[in-house]
């Protein structure tokens, strides 16, 4: 439980230290997706989104995952923060994809990660978990693979208009 104290507090402190330099402006997003972490898991949560350029976003969120460990039921909280990166110039149409750089914890494993993001919109990570504690009695560890939907609020608000 320590590790994960510290190293929530770690990033907290990169990411306010980066926020404080300059102005950004905030995108709320629901997250909806699928986990597998040695078994499935539903995710269901949100993320905030900070944007300055289109270069480089910084994005946290929390969610839920759920699934079925050794037959019961469980949930497991979980933090992340990614870095989305591109770096190409005269893009007419926006960047459509970004190189993702992140980590997720929860309170049974911490697991660095890197993949692709579309638009920022759908995502696909992978990465391995370091093991915190135990789950039903199974250890969270290992290849760690992440297909999320992350949904703007802006696009649900102007969709029940």
Do not use: C, W
Not at 109 to 130: C, E, N, R
């Amino acid at each position: 439980m320590m590790n994960f104290r510290f190293a929530i507090t770690i990033l907290s402190v990169f990411f306010l230290s980066i926020f404080t330099k300059a102005q950004y402006t905030v995108h709320k997003m629901l997250t909806v997706g699928y986990t597998y972490q040695n078994q499935s898991f539903g995710e269901l949560g949100g993320k905030l989104l900070f944007l300055k350029n289109d270069d480089v976003i910084y994005r946290l969120g929390a969610s839920a995952l759920m699934g079925s460990t050794h037959s019961e039921f469980a949930i497991m909280p979980k933090l992340q923060a990614d870095v989305l990166l591109n770096f190409q110039k005269d893009v007419d149409f926006y960047h459509s994809y970004y190189f993702l750089i992140g980590a997720e914890g929860t309170n049974k494993y911490v697991a660095p990660k890197i993949g692709v993001t579309l638009f920022g919109i759908l995502d696909l990570t992978g990465g391995y978990a370091f093991p915190i504690g135990n789950l039903n009695g199974k250890e969270m560890k290992g290849l760690n693979v992440n297909f999320t939907l992350n949904i703007p609020t802006v696009f649900i608000h102007d969709m029940f208009k």
